[in-house]
């Protein structure tokens, strides 16, 4: 499933339109996908933009055109030379700040097209480096399927916009022998985790009995990943209205929560007063 179909599901099991994701997954992977529904979505903007962890396979002996198993392998270089200690050498020059550059076939756009739709028709496409931090990779296990392909499995830990698939294909190239994905699931999205989801028709048919597994009301998602801010009931009001508020002088987004625990706004100082990023009119 891509994850545009994730929400189609969860628009058919809701009989809702108003459904969005925050962060997309590449169609082979599997995993956590944050998904917002009605005023739920105004907050996806803001909820995907956190660290995030994979559990991945990477294969060491081929490169291939996506840098994942669904494309068309480029290269195939032996890999079966290879110890456990040089590939793990590898793969730890891929962690800490990194100037990466994404798969040709992404979803960055280039133009104003997808990257991926211009690979697709015959285009040349180099895309700029990003800057990401990769704050660590663990290495679990490590093995020999066939005597030239080397699989690793491992558990990335990553800012938001980090490609997996570059690591694998990053890492391969520095070992002079190639590498690609072979598996993906995304364990976690900021505080977010897949221990805490559930299949989307599950979770769609939980939210709409008023809770249960895989759902997270409006304002505990907010409190997730924001500081609380408890509001006066004057406070309330005015933010109510896209007023300001006295600024609390903590730096940063806050979920602003009024007395009966609803949230009001998401605010951020600005100066001596604290204003409206994002308001949630009641209803």
């Known amino acids: 499933m891509t994850s545009h179909d994730v929400v189609a599901r969860a628009r058919r099991v809701l009989s809702v339109r108003r459904v969005g994701h925050a962060g997309t997954l590449d169609p082979m992977a599997t995993g956590l996908l944050v998904l917002g529904v ?8 803001y909820v995907g933009g956190h660290d995030k962890t994979y559990e991945a396979t990477i294969r060491l002996g081929q490169s291939t055109v996506t840098d994942d198993r669904e494309g068309e392998v480029l290269t195939t270089t032996s890999a079966g030379h290879l110890d456990d200690a040089a590939v793990a050498a590898a793969l730890a020059a891929q962690t800490g700040p990194l100037l990466q550059v994404p798969s040709s076939v992404s979803a960055v756009k280039v133009a104003g097209r997808r990257s991926y739709d211009r690979v697709r028709a015959g285009e040349e496409v180099v895309l700029e480096p990003r800057a990401v931090t990769v704050h660590g990779i663990d290495v679990h296990r490590t093995t020999r399927p066939r005597p030239d392909v080397v699989d690793v499995e491992v558990t990335v830990r990553c800012t938001a916009g980090t490609y997996i698939r570059a690591i694998a294909r990053d890492a391969g190239a520095a070992l002079g022998v190639g590498g690609h994905l072979t598996a993906l699931r995304r364990t976690a999205s900021g505080p977010f985790s897949v ?22 009301g409006l304002t505990d998602a907010a409190r997730a990943v924001f500081p609380e801010r408890v509001l006066a009931e004057a406070e309330a009001t005015a933010l109510g209205y896209g007023q300001r508020v006295p600024a609390t002088g903590a730096p940063g987004l806050h979920a602003a929560v009024d007395g009966a ?23």
């Open 38 to 45: 009605g005023a739920a979505t105004r907050l996806l903007g």
């Open 195 to 216: 221990a805490d989801a559930a299949a989307v028709e599950d979770a769609g048919a939980a939210l709409a009995a008023g809770g249960g597994a895989g759902v997270l």
């Open 261 to 283: 625990g609803r949230l009001v706004a998401l605010v951020e100082d600005a100066g001596s007063t604290a204003r409206v990023v994002v308001g949630f009119p009641p209803g």
